[in-house]
């Protein structure tokens, strides 16, 4: 199922052309590096286009499905993948409007929560019964939420950073969905206009992303987050444009209140590693944070991990993570999984 890079395929929205000789699948694309480790561009089928994707190991055995945080791509566990064990297949995909992912149509609203039917569409593609997940900030998020939601359909979930739907104030609330729309119909016209945004150099845009995680990414590294967000200007040879949906600034991250969020976490029963970065905020009023996480300890297969790093710390400093991972998926993953299976099942059998 490898995604072919064509000129002039359709991004999926409108059946509009998009050349995409003009995108990257990884900084090396750009900057002439080989990727960090070797992986096979992936597409994926869905009603509105396709879910775009980096396969890395084996293709013969499920994969742990990695999803990225807001405005970010598959790009994000460029890092960390590599120190993963060969043997571990793991799946990183451009969620919709992000990356090499199709957008979804015109005149259509992200919700932060309709990722859960994303996680569903791709285990239909691929006959999954169960899904083992790891999830950064928004997609630790999600990652939860569909634990909770479906807890007979994870074998695993590995967060980082984000423990659970974030509370805000009800009046901020009630505000930001105000601005929110208004900004996301002023986004939506221009994507219809199908003009160019603006464009910038290749540093540029490194500062710009650099900036915009609030200096969470080290900007040496911005470069893994950038490749698959940008396009080459068909107005300016050296200059490039940020393609991820622009609409993706104003999305819906509203789930729920705080009674749903500690009725979530009573309902999740699958094997959970929670990492928090100790150099990065709690996103809303920490009492909410700990009492879901006072349910959360609660549970026999709750492992919960604290790291020096930022908000992205998996991508700037994996190695501060990776044993507590690795020893995780060695345990949980999805090779561990099908062993135990086959087990009872082939004890099962010699009963009869």
Not at 15 to 40: C, K, M, N, Q, Y
Request: glycine share 6%; charged share 25%; net charge neutral.
């Amino acid at each position: 199922m490898e995604f072919e890079f064509k000129e002039n395929s359709s991004d999926g929205t409108d059946g509009s052309p998009v050349d995409l000789s003009l995108r990257f699948r990884h900084a090396g694309d750009i900057t002439g590096e080989p990727p960090t480790r070797a992986f096979s561009e992936i597409s994926i089928k869905v009603p509105w286009g396709h879910i775009a994707g980096k396969w890395y190991g084996p293709q013969t055995v499920q994969p742990i499905l990695g999803l990225h945080g807001w405005q970010d791509n598959a790009g994000t566990y460029d890092l960390l993948v590599p120190l993963l064990s060969p043997d571990v297949a793991f799946l990183s995909i451009d969620l919709p409007g992000h990356g090499l992912s199709s957008r979804l149509p015109d005149g259509c609203y992200y919700n932060s929560v309709d990722n859960l039917y994303v996680i569903r569409l791709i285990m239909k593609q691929y006959k999954w019964e169960k899904v083992s997940l790891i999830g950064h900030s928004m997609s630790s998020i999600i990652a939860f939420v569909f634990a909770a939601v479906f807890p007979d359909k994870v074998d695993m979930v590995i967060g980082i950073d984000a423990l659970k739907p974030h509370q805000r104030p009800y009046p901020a609330v009630i505000r930001t969905m105000e601005t929110r729309l208004d900004e996301f119909l002023r986004e939506d016209e221009r994507n219809r206009s199908k003009t160019e945004p603006p464009s910038y150099t290749y540093d540029e845009l490194i500062e710009r992303v650099y900036l915009g995680s609030f200096h969470s990414v080290n900007k040496e590294l911005c470069k893994h987050i950038l490749a698959r967000n940008i396009q080459k200007s068909g107005k300016y040879p050296d200059k490039f444009f940020f393609c991820r949906d622009r609409r993706l600034k104003f999305y819906n991250y509203a789930i729920g209140s705080q009674e749903l969020c500690v009725e979530m976490a009573q309902r999740i029963t699958c094997p959970y590693l929670f990492i928090k970065a100790t150099n990065s905020s709690y996103f809303e009023d920490k009492k909410y944070y700990d009492e879901v996480l006072e349910v959360m300890l609660k549970k026999p297969n709750f492992e919960y991990v604290e790291a020096n790093g930022s908000h992205h710390l998996h991508l700037n400093n994996p190695e501060v993570i990776i044993d507590p991972v690795n020893n995780f998926i060695h345990r949980f993953g999805p090779a561990a999984i099908a062993a135990a299976r086959k087990k009872a099942k082939e004890a099962a059998e010699s009963k009869l």
